[in-house]
């Protein structure tokens, strides 16, 4: 890790087992994303909208395609997580390949998939702690950070869509 330049490591497990080499406990991160916040203004409360996304840009996403998108997924995926303090990278997948849904989209520029988003969708079968839909997995070319939010955006509005008050991401610490 350090001959890569990160300062830290995140280790996930037996946390007790662990601390006696020096390890400690480290949260995961999420993002927590409210999709019908009622903000007060002028006297009145508006409840907050739709995330708006550039009509051009719509023409960009589209759904996953297990077919077409296996090898893209594999390598965005691991180009990914290389950028990133805290992840390994294997040389045959260790993310149980999605489904193809109504939620898992990727952002294709010109023929080339620039970033994907991987929804797993509790619906109402969770307990009030858990969220109806969370982003478990992503993936982006490096200098795609605005297809990656393009994306998230659309996770808004489809969340929006479905009443869903909210949803989360597992993003890196890392901007």
């Known amino acids: 890790m350090q001959q890569n330049g990160f300062a ?56 996953f395609d297990s077919v077409r998108n296996t090898d893209v997924f594999n390598k965005l995926y691991n180009d990914t997580l290389s950028r990133f303090s805290g992840t390994l990278i294997y040389d045959t997948p260790q993310y149980a390949f999605p489904e193809n849904g109504p939620m898992n989209v990727v952002y294709e520029e010109d023929g080339e998939v620039k970033a994907f988003v991987f929804v797993y969708e509790r619906g109402a079968k969770r307990t009030e702690f858990e969220q109806a839909i969370d982003i478990v997995c992503f993936g982006y070319k490096q200098g795609c950070e605005k297809q990656l939010a393009y994306l998230t955006a659309y996770t808004f509005n489809s969340c929006y869509d479905k009443n869903y008050a909210h949803f989360t991401a597992r993003y890196p610490f890392e901007p």
């Open 8 to 63: 830290v490591s995140r280790l996930g497990g037996l946390a007790k087992f662990y601390s006696r080499f020096g390890y400690f406990r480290f949260p995961r991160h999420y993002v927590e994303f409210i999709t019908h916040e009622e903000t007060p203004r002028a006297g009145g409360t508006v409840i907050e909208g739709k995330s708006a996304i550039p009509n051009g840009v719509l023409k960009s996403i589209r759904l």
